[in-house]
């Protein structure tokens, strides 16, 4: 009897268990082209970071610090690829980030070398990725 016992307080456990992940995933359709936007989403395609930049810099903690000190935070992460701490990810992420800050930090007539020296930089990092 005591067995039987045993095997249903495991039985109940188990159930409780499976019920508690129950509600945990959820499938919905999503749109086709929207899923595709998502996926390809890069500063060439729609001017926004790509995700795997976006989560680089928030694995180094630099979201808000490239968002007040780009120029900061590109070189802070040229020296993480230059120590290896950041393989293909980091030339990609600074690609992507020299252009984009090209594109939106130097807007005035006086930085025009500053947002050419950016475009250079992005075309060199492009090609060694």
């Known amino acids: 009897m005591n067995h039987a016992r045993s ?16 509600g945990a995933v959820r499938v919905h359709r999503a749109d086709l082209r929207e899923v595709h936007r998502d996926l390809t989403r ?11 930049t976006h989560n680089l810099l928030h694995r180094w903690g ?3 610090a490239y968002r007040l000190r ?4 590109l070189t802070f992460l040229h020296q993480k690829v ?4 950041e393989g ?22 006086g930085e025009r070398w500053q947002r ?3 475009f250079l930089a992005s075309a060199i990092y492009a090609y060694a990725f």
């Not at 980091?90 to 252009?99: T, Y």
Request: hydrophobic residues 40%; glycine residues 14%; proline residues 5%.
């Open 88 to 109: 293909p990810d980091g030339v990609f992420a600074l690609a992507e980030l020299s252009f984009h800050h090209a594109e939106r930090g130097h807007k005035g007539g």
């Open 62 to 64: 630099q979201v808000d």
């Open 42 to 52: 890069s500063v060439l395609t729609t001017g926004e970071l790509s995700e795997p």
């Open 82 to 85: 230059v120590e290896g701490a």
């Open 116 to 118: 050419t020296s950016h």
């Open 7 to 22: 095997r249903l307080v495991g039985l109940v456990m188990l159930l409780v268990l499976a019920g508690g992940c129950a």
């Open 70 to 73: 780009p120029d900061e935070v």
